[in-house]
């Protein structure tokens, strides 16, 4: 069964440190999300691709984010310089098109910064 | 501005017992879907069961279904034979529009479910 594959699962840095984050979404799928999960709450969307184009990243600080699918399949989520809120769970989803309902969530990248 | 409410932090059932966890959601829209994700431990959110806002019956997949009213705004998620493995964090989303105009899904802060054997 096809998989959003996500990495690396885990991460601890130091603030003020760069960090960054990889997606593989679903072969074929044009739409991927990055979500922002912070313990006890629900996902937050970043930033939306469809191929290689954002659609909507109005929720992503720009100042210190910073999100990529260049050839429209893979994707890097990047924060730069890292800061203690930005402790959460980053989720990766892809789905077959912008409109279809169902999204395909990964593993996550679980990020802790000290 | 769209807006999903889970006024249930935690959930206990009994195994092999129904259970009905709460949304209910704020929209301007005419055009909206609704959904429901299972996230275990592990973290992945999995998706359960969608309701387009247009459609006259409610939503079942299996186990789950959506007791979708419209006019009270709200879209309860019923999980019939509860098992030990539906023991995860349940969240309702909704995506304003529908098909090619749908825009980001809004999630609730989620309930935790535990199956008691």
């Known amino acids: 069964e096809a998989e959003v594959a996500q990495s690396p699962r885990y991460k601890i840095t130091e603030k003020s440190q760069a960090v960054a984050f990889w997606c593989d979404p679903i072969s074929g799928h044009a739409t991927l999300y990055w979500y922002r999960q912070i313990l006890g709450q629900g996902p937050e969307l970043l930033v939306q691709f469809q191929d290689e184009s954002v659609v909507d990243d109005s929720q992503l600080p720009k100042d210190r984010f910073s999100a990529e699918r260049l050839k429209g399949v893979d994707s890097t989520l990047k924060i730069q310089p890292a800061e203690l809120g930005d402790s959460a769970m980053y989720l990766c989803?892809?789905?077959?098109?912008?409109?279809?309902?169902?999204?395909?969530f990964g593993p996550g990248t679980r990020l802790t910064v000290t | 501005a769209q807006k999903i409410t889970q006024t249930q932090p935690g959930m206990f059932v009994q195994e092999k017992e129904a259970v009905t966890l709460d949304c209910t959601y704020d929209?301007?829209?005419?055009?909206?879907?609704l959904f429901w994700y299972k996230q275990p431990s592990s973290g992945e959110m999995i998706f359960l069961i969608y309701?387009?806002?247009?459609?006259?019956q409610n939503a079942t997949e299996g186990r789950y279904s959506l007791n979708f009213q419209k006019a009270r705004k709200s879209a309860n998620l019923v999980i019939s034979a509860s098992q030990l493995g539906d023991s995860a964090m349940y969240f309702c989303a909704m995506r304003e529009g529908l098909g090619t105009n749908a825009g980001k899904s809004t999630f609730g802060d989620g309930t935790t479910l535990t199956v008691k054997p």
């Open positions: 309701q387009g806002s247009y459609d006259e």
């Open positions: 989803a892809s789905s077959f098109l912008a409109a279809t309902y169902e999204q395909y």
């Open positions: 929209t301007s829209d005419q055009s909206y879907g």
